[in-house]
């Protein structure tokens, strides 16, 4: 379905979802004549009512209103899963798909107040296919399972370094990818992701109900393939060798080859060793690309102590572009444009050095966090962030400082679950600016608080 505008207005909008929530309602009431063919039918909801603030976060600068926003994000999902039962052709399949909605209430938004314009007064947003996707296992009584269409990879790779978000130039509304996925299931301990993805800059493939024209999925079109191995090598032991070759428009287009891997190792029952590392090899804006990245870290979980602590302590490194050479060293971040791992830190890049918010590169961030549990359903997490740079800023920067140091982040955040449903947090960081930005930068601030639901 290509994108348009639907006519009718409103009325035909509200309509037009009523009677998708008609649909699986019915289609819910009347999973159990299907039973007996192996079919059945499960629906879902999320609610989230998140709270965010945020100051400097772009700029780094006290007397510049521009940054200065305080504002609630409400994102809706409704969902089906439709069980196929046998086709013959495979040993079962499902159709999955699910609408979503987040509409952001602005009670202060840059300079302006509440009223003074559409930027700080609430309306809703588009509803618009979050997930679409028909998958079909074991094909032909082989170990080979299909996943086809829009879907999520959120967390699913590499320890969450690769293809964490398939819609970075929305924030966090959705992640999801336009893509296929066909797994082979070697063994019990190995399988093997053959993915093919093709996303757009705005949603070319679907409609969306009160389509709003400027919200953009992606800075640019981009394309992608790859083979990911992910092998459990023994009782210790984890293994996740990936190869992509990815390409995208954006910053004077770039294509380029990645290879890497990440590796899992117990060392005993109380500590484990996460490392990665990978290189990408290609083309951007016609000079040679040549960077590296990766991640490493260690955890120690003491599970019989009181409030069952848990401590974190490594490094995530990004290269970046070296001035004195022709090549292209910095790290190319597609399909990572996710605020994580330093929510403030990442929302920093779209002034000091990048176009967009969350354009990962020429950092190391060093990490200390402690995790505890004083009561069952709370957790408690404190953490400090050091970043450093590899290379300077740009000569021609506003924020170019005399140093490599980023900053100093110490963060907070709280859980609380009250049931298997609804879940509740919220999370602060304090960014501290050093010598990588000019001596004139003041700190940045972001906070969240947020209550979810999900049936």
Not at 119 to 129: A, K, P
Not at 299 to 317: L, Q, S, V
């Amino acid at each position: 379905m290509m994108v348009r505008d639907l006519e009718g207005g409103e009325v035909m909008n509200r309509k037009l979802i009523l009677g998708f929530f008609v649909v699986l309602l019915l289609a819910g009431i009347s999973q159990y004549s299907f039973a007996g063919e192996g079919m059945n039918l499960k629906v879902g909801f999320f609610e989230r009512l998140r709270w965010e603030y945020a100051d400097n976060y772009f700029n780094l600068n006290d007397d510049d209103e521009s940054d200065k926003r305080n504002y609630f994000r409400i994102k809706t999902s409704v969902w089906g899963k439709l069980n196929l039962g046998e086709l013959g052709f495979t040993e079962g399949g499902n159709f999955f798909m699910k609408l979503t909605n987040e509409s952001r209430p602005k009670v202060y938004y840059g300079a302006n107040t509440v009223g003074k314009n559409k930027d700080t007064t609430y309306e809703i947003h588009e509803l618009f296919f979050d997930n679409f996707y028909l998958e079909l296992k074991n094909i032909l009584d082989s170990d080979v399972t299909l996943k086809i269409g829009r879907q999520d990879f959120k967390g699913q790779y590499a320890n969450g370094f690769i293809l964490i978000d398939g819609t970075g130039a929305d924030g966090s509304r959705s992640f999801f990818f336009d893509a296929i996925r066909a797994r082979w299931a070697i063994d019990d301990a190995n399988t093997l992701d053959f993915i093919v993805i093709d996303n757009d800059y705005q949603d070319n493939k679907f409609s969306r109900f009160n389509q709003q024209k400027g919200q953009k999925l992606n800075l640019s079109d981009n394309k992608a393939f790859g083979i990911v191995l992910k092998s459990k090598v023994n009782d210790k032991l984890y293994v996740e060798p990936y190869y992509f070759n990815m390409s995208e428009k954006y910053d004077n287009k770039t294509e380029l080859d990645m290879i890497g891997s990440y590796l899992k190792y117990k060392l005993d029952d109380a500590t484990t060793l996460r490392l990665q590392l990978a290189y990408q090899d290609g083309k951007n804006g016609g000079n040679n690309l040549e960077a590296w990245g990766g991640h490493a870290y260690i955890d120690y979980t003491m599970k019989d102590a009181a409030w069952k602590p848990k401590f974190t302590a490594g490094c995530f490194f990004l290269s970046g572009d070296d001035p004195d050479t022709s090549k292209n060293e910095g790290w190319k971040a597609i399909y990572q444009r996710l605020p994580t791992p330093n929510a403030v830190i990442g929302y920093i890049f779209k002034s000091t050095e990048k176009k967009t918010f969350a354009d990962w590169t020429n950092i190391q961030l060093y990490r200390l966090m402690a995790t505890f549990t004083p009561f069952k359903k709370t957790s408690v997490t404190l953490g400090y962030d050091y970043a450093v740079a590899f290379e300077k800023l740009a000569g021609g920067s506003a924020y170019r400082g005399d140093g490599y140091v980023r900053g100093h982040c110490p963060y907070f955040a709280i859980k609380y679950k009250i049931n298997k449903n609804i879940n509740t947090s919220f999370k602060y960081w304090y960014f501290i600016p050093q010598d990588f930005y000019v001596d004139t930068s003041d700190p940045a601030t972001f906070a969240s608080a947020e209550i979810a639901f999900k049936y």
